[in-house]
């Protein structure tokens, strides 16, 4: 490329950052630099169902973020999750397996076990937001029992919830991921991506699983700047967790505190448990401008617990 080339992308950089038609919300996402040539009608994203005057595609520079699908967006992560990208002036579609109208952005109901729900809620933040940028595939649960013991029917539902629905999300969404040059597909799986424990076959597995679907996603999306990542937190402080801490506390006959402390924190070198909060920190990164090279990846928050 010649200098002049050069000093005239520069300049179509320059005037996209200051553009005082960038809207206020949301993240501004700087593109790979792509030919000139590029589509610099007005409205590009008029036909993206917005009515807005932002951004303009100046120079196929930038890529906003401006819609989002969150599952499990009633529960602990979730929620902060829904809640952060919000609050960055995000469109969110807000599926839990109940619409929650106290959870910031469009709640959304749908059993993600389902082929139809995953379906449904692609379908339904297309039409609510006219485009799709990122999918945070967070739903899950946890059963905890010995192998010889393990329902079918769990390992059957802990499986479709958070491995296949992550898969289902991408293949549905994957038309609109690509369509925004800069998609980023998240799924929130766990320090038990990369790590077992004993009574948790069917999470593990899972995780396990999901991890290895971000690793084949980066793959295929990286022609189209689409991102794939998992993020893997250690031990949060959420519903989920408490539940656990409530379960074992009263199998053993010990006290909440004393769970916490010698089971849940165990593998923690970092003695506390991560806030939702920090989880929701790391995903808007991931889906920020900072993420663009992130990808494929078992992102560990993990307090720790794999250094061992
Ligand atoms: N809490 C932790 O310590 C921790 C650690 C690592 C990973 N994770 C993962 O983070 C994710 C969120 O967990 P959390 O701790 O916020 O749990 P949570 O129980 O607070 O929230 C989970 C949400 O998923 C929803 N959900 C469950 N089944 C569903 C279904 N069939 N369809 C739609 N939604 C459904 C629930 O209604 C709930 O709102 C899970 O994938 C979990 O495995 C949690």
Redesign the pocket.
């Known amino acids: 490329m010649g200098s002049r080339a050069r000093i005239d992308m520069l300049r179509i950089v320059v005037s996209a950052r200051s553009d005082p038609r960038r809207p206020a919300g949301g993240f501004w996402l700087p593109r790979a630099l792509e030919p000139l040539g590029a589509d610099l009608r007005p409205g590009r994203y008029a036909k993206a169902g917005r009515t807005d005057d932002a951004p303009q595609a100046i120079g196929h520079q930038d890529w906003h973020v401006r819609a989002a699908l969150v599952?499990?967006?009633?529960?602990?992560?979730?929620?902060a999750v829904t809640e952060r990208l919000a609050a960055e002036g995000v469109g969110v579609l807000a599926?839990?397996?109940?619409a929650d109208p106290t959870v910031p952005g469009e709640p959304f109901a749908?059993?993600?076990?389902t082929r139809e729900?995953n379906r449904a809620s692609v379908e339904a933040a297309i039409e609510r937001f006219g485009r799709l940028d990122v999918v945070v595939a967070?739903?899950?649960?946890?059963h905890v029992a010995p192998v010889a013991d393990f329902s079918e029917d769990s390992w059957d539902?802990l499986l479709a919830?958070?491995l296949t629905?992550p898969f289902l999300l991408a293949k549905y969404a994957w038309q609109q991921l690509r369509a925004t040059g800069a998609g980023r597909f998240v799924a929130?799986?766990?320090?038990?991506g990369v790590v077992a424990s004993p009574y948790k076959a069917g999470?593990v597995a899972a995780?396990h699983g999901v991890v290895g679907l971000v690793k084949t996603l980066a793959l295929e999306g990286a022609a189209d700047g689409i991102t794939a990542n998992a993020v893997?937190?250690?031990?949060?402080?959420?519903?989920?967790?408490e539940?656990q801490i409530a379960a074992q506390a009263q199998a053993n006959g010990i006290t909440e505190e004393r769970v916490l402390e010698e089971v849940i924190l165990a593998p923690h070198a970092i003695k506390r448990?991560?806030e939702?909060s920090e989880?929701a920190d790391v995903i808007a990164f991931l889906a920020g401008p900072a993420g663009a090279t992130i990808t494929g990846v078992p992102v560990l928050m993990d307090a720790g617990w794999t250094a061992h």
């Open positions: 599952t499990g967006a009633a529960g602990g992560i979730g929620r599926v839990d397996l109940a749908a059993d993600l076990t729900g967070n739903a899950g649960f946890q539902a919830l958070m629905s929130v799986a766990s320090a038990h999470y995780k893997c937190p250690g031990y949060v402080r959420t519903p989920l967790v539940r448990l991560i939702p989880v």
